[in-house]
């Protein structure tokens, strides 16, 4: 098929790069003045609607049958994807990985990791994916897991299964050390010389870590959310921690061979590697979970829409995670700042959902939509983490961190609702959701 008839058949939407002007989203403290811009990323974070989801039912504005083709959407995706091409992207609702995709993205530059839904030895369709380019990333450590195994949470007889999953990453930037030969070039001793090389490297060592999830869906499962991002947290700063005191052993190991050479070794900083949260959050800006991932104050009508809700007449007898632990053991963790937080300031085009109330401003910055088919809402989310001050069960040492600070500078615009009415997905949009994507950068 030539370009032209693929530019044809495949009628996609061009959107830009909005640049943040206003209220941007950062973890720069205000008295930091003295810090220089050392990587930029772009990362997307896409529902693209699972081919073995969708149920006529389901979007009845879908008049014509080729919206909901899997051949025409997955040919519209990768028409996206390829014109955009961020650095990282996270994907939920991905079926037909293998056969659809993995040649794509492999021929895009880009390395993956792939999980599905599971619960017990059922294994469904679709699950959640990273991608990265490997010209500019280097995988380090990856965790795939199911929610429902994971030790913290068990199910028990008040809460379901629920077959989702999360991914974890920590990807480390490529070529940020090119100089490390020239500067130690005039050590004669080569054993010298390599570990020199490698004692800066580690130094100058950064990198990012990338998380993905699709939360549980049902809107009234509140509880069930909720120990889901206590999951994800918790398995989020257990990586990050363990790359960080791995990075501490491996410095320690080759100053303590440095010395076989040399009397004393200066010991330097070595960097923190910054998190960003990522995935379909089945949740809302004005709802408890968001408020509680960015540090916002619940109410008490709020605190009891985070109970337990039970769907039959089984009994409530002891409950080992209650939702007022769960939520103590969240308020632990650094907290996130969307990286759309601030998108209407800075695109005031951006169509306002009139049922709001004026002045009502549960939303605050965040878009009026990221799916609109049924439902119209905001789901989806970028959370970069606050965290530089946070530790979490280290260990006492010599080595300290430099904080690595991040900033949102654009954002990939929303189309105005009359380009999406009367749902998605249509002949332009190839899923139920629109991708986000940000333009991020990291400073030390």
Same mark, same amino acid.
């Given at each position: ?6 530019? #044809?058949?495949? &009628? ?8 943040? *002007? ?8 205000? @008295? ?49 994807? %390829? ?9 939920? #609702? ?32 679709? =699950?959640?994916?990273? &991608? ?31 077959? *989702? ?23 004669? $001793? #080569? ?15 950064? =990198? ?6 699709? &939360? ?25 921690? %363990?790359? #960080? ?17 040399? $009397? ?17 959050? *089945? ?14 104050? &619940? ?7 985070? %109970? ?37 300031? @800075? ?13 009502? %401003? ?11 088919? =049924? ?12 965290? @530089? ?38 002949? @332009? ?16």
């Amino acid at each position: 098929m030539s370009k032209q008839q693929q530019q #044809e058949e495949y &009628l996609l939407y061009e959107r830009k790069f909005i640049t943040l *002007n206003k209220n941007v989203p950062n973890t720069i403290p205000s @008295n930091k003045d003295d810090i220089k811009k050392v990587q930029t990323i772009t990362l997307m974070s896409y529902n693209i609607l699972a081919q073995c989801l969708i149920h006529r039912e389901l979007y009845p504005y879908c008049k014509e049958k080729k919206p909901l083709k899997l051949s025409y959407r997955t040919n519209l995706l990768m028409k996206e994807f %390829e014109s955009i091409q961020p650095d990282i992207a996270t994907f939920q #609702e991905v079926d037909g990985f293998y056969n659809l995709y993995q040649n794509c993205f492999e021929k895009l530059g880009y390395d993956y990791k792939y999980i599905k839904k599971q619960i017990k030895d059922k294994v469904y369709q679709h =699950g959640v994916c990273i &991608l990265w380019k490997k010209e500019k990333f280097s995988e380090v450590q990856y965790n795939g897991f199911l929610f429902d195994e994971s030790p913290l949470v068990t199910p028990t007889d008040i809460t379901p299964y629920t077959g *989702n999953t999360g991914q974890i990453i920590a990807l480390r930037f490529n070529n940020t050390n090119e100089n490390a030969e020239e500067k130690f070039s005039n050590i004669e $001793n #080569e054993e010298l010389k390599r570990l020199e090389i490698e004692k800066y490297n580690i130094e100058n060592d950064l =990198g990012i870590i990338i998380s993905n999830h699709h &939360l549980y869906w049902k809107p009234k499962a509140k509880y069930e959310k909720l120990r889901q991002i206590y999951v994800m947290l918790n398995n989020i700063y257990s990586l990050k921690n %363990e790359i #960080e005191q791995d990075n501490i052993k491996l410095y320690n190991d080759v100053c303590n061979k440095i010395k076989n050479f040399e $009397n004393t070794v200066e010991k330097q900083s070595l960097n923190k590697w910054p998190v960003i949260m990522c995935g379909d959050f *089945n949740t809302s800006p004005d709802q408890e979970i968001y408020k509680l991932i960015t540090k916002q104050e &619940l109410n008490k009508e709020e605190l009891k829409e985070l %109970e337990p809700k039970i769907e039959s007449e089984t009994e409530i007898k002891d409950n080992p995670l209650t939702s007022t632990i769960l939520i103590e053991e969240i308020k632990k963790f650094p907290k996130g700042k969307s990286s759309y937080s601030s998108y209407r300031d @800075n695109d005031p085009s951006h169509t306002i959902n009139p049922n709001w109330k004026k002045g009502h %401003e549960f939303f605050k910055g965040e878009p009026t939509y990221t799916t609109y088919c =049924g439902w119209k809402g905001t789901l989806d989310y970028e959370f970069i983490m606050d965290d @530089n001050d946070f530790k979490f069960n280290q260990e006492n040492n010599d080595i300290s961190f430099n904080p690595t600070y991040l900033k949102v500078t654009k954002n990939l615009n929303v189309p105005k609702s009359d380009i999406l009415e009367p749902g998605l997905p249509n002949l @332009n949009f190839p899923s139920d959701h629109i991708c986000i994507m940000s333009e991020i950068e990291l400073y030390q």
